[in-house]
């Protein structure tokens, strides 16, 4: 069994010089080894079996098939816990300047979302939650997007990890100042701590937590703004505009 996606592209008419919209844009993940139902009809497994880019009827309507790459299948992943958005996930991706070396420790693992990205990027994650409820999950997660490079273990970041020589340390939990000792022992010379906090009472707390073996390189929000490019309609999607997190980048420059 195999997964596919199936594009629908809006339809529209003109009538009297106006557009009408006659049905939505629509993606659907499908498995391909048995017939999938549409309000239009029944589009039968044979023809989810077809190459990329062919066309599929299914009454008035067509889609177009193709092959899930990753970011298909990673919106797919469960989500128990809330999971850092694509957007910071960018940022910290960039910022750090992850590569295929990197050796990551994440916490808390929560629905193991940035574990399993990161995962697909760099050599090695390990992933820590106090939650049972979130390890399963995550588990789950990274087993389906079949990331054999990310760990994770049960245990509280506060306190302690097992792991060494860490170049980056992203942190996704209550009280992320409380994490700076463990930062402290297992991050490289050179390493990051990335902070990820909703408020910016948090963000003050771990930046008044850090000692001088740590460089406060900068806290930074975000913005996305998806827009509305439709004809003549070009302005932002009002309701897209939302705050996430503050993601505060400190690097360690002392051994
Ligand atoms: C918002 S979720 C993290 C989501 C995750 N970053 C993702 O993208 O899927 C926060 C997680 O931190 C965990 N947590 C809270 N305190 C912790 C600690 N001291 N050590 C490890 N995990 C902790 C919680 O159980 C929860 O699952």
Redesign the pocket.
């Known amino acids: 069994m195999a997964k596919k996606i199936l594009i629908k592209q809006e339809r529209k008419t003109t009538v009297d010089g106006r557009s009408i919209r006659l049905s939505k844009f629509e993606k659907h993940y499908v498995d391909d080894d048995k017939d999938f139902s549409t309000q239009y009809g029944m589009i039968k497994e044979k023809d989810l079996k077809k190459i990329a880019g062919s066309t599929i009827k299914s009454g008035k309507e067509e889609f177009i098939i193709l092959n899930p790459v990753f970011i298909d299948h990673y919106k797919q992943i469960k989500r128990l ?4 958005t694509l957007k910071d996930i960018g940022a910290i991706i960039t910022y750090t300047g992850l590569t295929k070396d990197s050796f990551v420790l994440d ?8 574990s399993s990205f990161l995962g697909m990027l760099v050599k090695k994650v390990v992933s ?4 049972d409820a ?1 390890l399963e999950v995550a588990k789950k997660n990274i087993e389906t997007l079949n990331l054999k490079n990310v760990e994770v273990k049960k ?4 306190k302690g990890v097992d792991e060494k020589n860490i170049d980056v340390f992203v942190l ?3 009280e992320p100042w409380r994490a700076l000792k463990t930062a402290e022992q297992i991050l490289k010379v050179g390493g990051f701590v990335v902070s990820y906090s909703p408020n910016i009472t948090q963000t003050q707390k771990f930046v008044a937590g850090l000692n001088d073996k740590f460089l406060h390189e900068k806290t930074v929000e975000i913005m996305e703004r998806v827009w509305d490019v439709r004809g003549e309609i070009l302005k932002p999607k009002m309701k897209d505009i939302g705050h996430t997190a503050f993601l505060t980048f400190i690097r360690k420059i002392k051994k």
Not at 128 to 131: H, Q, R, S
């Open positions: 816990a809330q999971i850092i916490a808390g693992a929560g629905s193991g979302a940035v820590y939650d106090v939650n979130h245990g509280d970041v506060y996704d939990v209550p």
